[in-house]
């Protein structure tokens, strides 16, 4: 057989080799191994919190890691999702963006400090988002033709919640005001969370926001609802009209939610959070969580990263010249 000692160092040398090229594999294909951060950029209990937690209960079954959920609030969402933009690209922060941090920022940040369509890797859409338009409960209006005409002729004295500047609730609330020609007193929150709190509390009069946010508030009671944006009544809503049964029928306008990670993020970790998420949106019990609150599931082709990079660029096409025309701040 005749070992040698250059043999067996040689042959020592190769298996440590190997050794290291296995390793250094299996901590590649280890991913996750420790916990995931999620920021939402909004507070606590509101739609784009309720949608991250929904999806991130899940994803963190597939992955065998838990997915925190961190809000960081500020500036319409842009402060969380600048902060994801900025963390190192290796799969442990993501960031649940929406049509506000996404689409509509750029039009109203003109020092946003980052790039929706440029600065991420998109992962996935988690759920689309119509609009309803709310008030406080003893908001004298009784249906949306006499809404628009109150808010016509009051709105100097009326209060507006939003989310911030570049937030869907202020985006979509300003087409609305914008095309009805007024300007009432807009009143920031760090979320439509809170801000539903003080509508439901009657310190604000109305505002347009995420359905997933107020399905059970509606069904109580303690806020009104005068119509949905889009072109179907919701089935968890069947009793609110839509804008154009209503008699708005130019009020249109839905608004979705969906997974980032910082741009360089490795191509095979940007699957894997993406086959986690479509496996998420297929679950029964995920599923319904969702539908129930009004969510809208996309289907497989709507959920890659490739449809979630188209979007994001339409919809800063769509948003820009609505928001730069209607001086919505
Ligand atoms: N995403 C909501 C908005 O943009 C706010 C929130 O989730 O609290 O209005």
């Not at 500036?75 to 049509?99: E, F, K, N």
């Not at 509390?201 to 609802?225: H, R, S, W, Y």
């Not at 993406?274 to 996309?298: H, M, Q, S």
């Amino acid at each position: 057989m005749g070992f040698t000692r250059r043999g067996l160092i040689a042959t020592a040398a190769a298996i440590t080799l190997s050794a290291g090229l296995i390793s250094g594999h299996a901590a590649e294909a280890a991913y996750p191994e420790r916990p995931i951060t999620m920021i939402v950029p909004f507070a606590a209990g509101g739609p784009t919190d309720i949608i991250a937690r929904i999806v991130a209960e899940d994803m963190s079954k597939t992955l065998g890691q838990q997915i925190v959920i961190e809000n960081v609030t500020g500036a319409g969402g842009t402060t969380g999702s600048t902060r994801a933009a900025q963390a190192a690209p290796d799969g442990y922060t993501l960031v649940m963006g929406h049509m506000g941090t996404h689409g509509a920022a750029p039009a109203l940040y003109p020092n946003l400090k980052y790039d929706p369509a440029k600065d991420f890797e998109p992962i996935g859409l988690a759920a689309g988002t119509p609009i309803v338009i709310v008030a406080r409960k003893d908001f004298p209006p009784k249906d949306l033709k006499e809404f628009v005409a109150y808010l016509k002729a009051n709105a100097d004295k009326l209060n507006q919640a939003h989310a911030g500047v570049g937030s869907v609730s202020h985006s979509t609330c300003t087409l609305l005001t914008s095309q009805l020609g007024i300007k009432p007193t807009l009143v920031p929150y760090n979320g439509t969370g809170p801000a539903l709190n003080d509508l439901v509390g009657g310190q604000v009069d109305f505002m347009c926001d995420q359905i997933v946010n107020l399905v059970p508030q509606i069904e109580a009671g303690t806020i009104k609802a005068y119509a949905i944006a889009i072109p179907e009544r919701s089935p968890s809503l069947p009793d609110v009209p839509t804008t154009k049964e209503a008699g708005l029928p130019d009020y249109q306008v839905s608004a979705w939610n969906a997974i980032f990670a910082p741009k360089g993020t490795p191509a095979d970790v940007v699957a894997q959070l993406n086959a986690a998420l479509v496996k998420a949106l297929d679950d029964p019990n995920t599923r319904k969580r969702i539908l129930d609150l009004g969510g809208v599931i996309a289907d497989k082709p709507g959920r890659s990263p490739e449809a979630l990079h188209e979007l994001v660029v339409s919809e800063i096409a769509r948003w820009t010249p609505v928001l730069k025309g209607a001086n919505g701040k």
